[in-house]
């Protein structure tokens, strides 16, 4: 074998092993996103359960809060994930931006509803309902702000189809 062809050959196992390498870190990556979301879910299932379970006021305030706290990390990572990565082609026909306020405003109704452990105070009483309440109304707003874009995309093509 020449020299050449040699050094195309080396090049390309260079290349192939470079390949597999990122495919390999990426797999691995993988793997480790579904290990975290495995482990998410089963801390949920845990803490439903001794929800469901516990007969003291302050162990089922502690599980709640902890379930509370962790949607609401989950919301607020996923608006932050979203928000980051808002000029990438594929998500930018999602419309990162709503998507990012959707969920902030889901985070907050979540984090608001913590209030609802604390029933014996009227601050908390006073307060949860505008809190959650302003939030879903928020969301509702963005889901048909967006079902109407989608209708009005829909439409311009649906009368393009029956003209002809």
């Known amino acids: 074998m020449s020299k050449k062809a040699t050094s195309k050959l080396s090049k390309a196992l260079n290349l192939n092993a470079t390949a597999i390498l990122k495919q390999a870190t990426m797999k691995a990556s993988e793997?480790?996103?579904r290990y975290i979301a495995a482990g998410g879910?089963?801390?949920l299932v845990a803490l439903a359960a001794v929800i469901g379970s516990v007969d003291s006021t302050t162990s089922f305030r502690v599980c709640f809060?902890?379930?509370l706290l962790t949607l609401s990390v989950a919301q607020l990572k996923v608006a932050a994930d979203l928000y980051k990565h808002r000029n990438n082609?594929?998500?930018q026909l999602f419309q990162p931006d709503s998507l990012s306020?959707?969920?902030t405003a889901?985070?907050?109704a979540s984090i608001?509803?913590?209030l609802f452990a604390f029933s014996e105070y009227d601050a908390t009483c006073a307060l949860r309902?505008?809190?959650i309440l302003t939030s879903i109304t928020f969301m509702g707003n963005l889901l048909i702000g967006r079902a109407w874009r989608i209708g009005s995309i829909i439409s311009s093509t649906t009368t393009f189809a029956s003209s002809s």
């Open 89 to 91: 082609l594929l998500l």
């Open 31 to 33: 793997q480790h996103h």
């Open 112 to 114: 608001a509803s913590f």
């Open 106 to 108: 889901g985070a907050i």
């Open 65 to 67: 809060g902890i379930l």
């Open 101 to 103: 306020l959707f969920m």
């Open 41 to 43: 879910l089963t801390l």
């Open 129 to 131: 309902q505008p809190i």
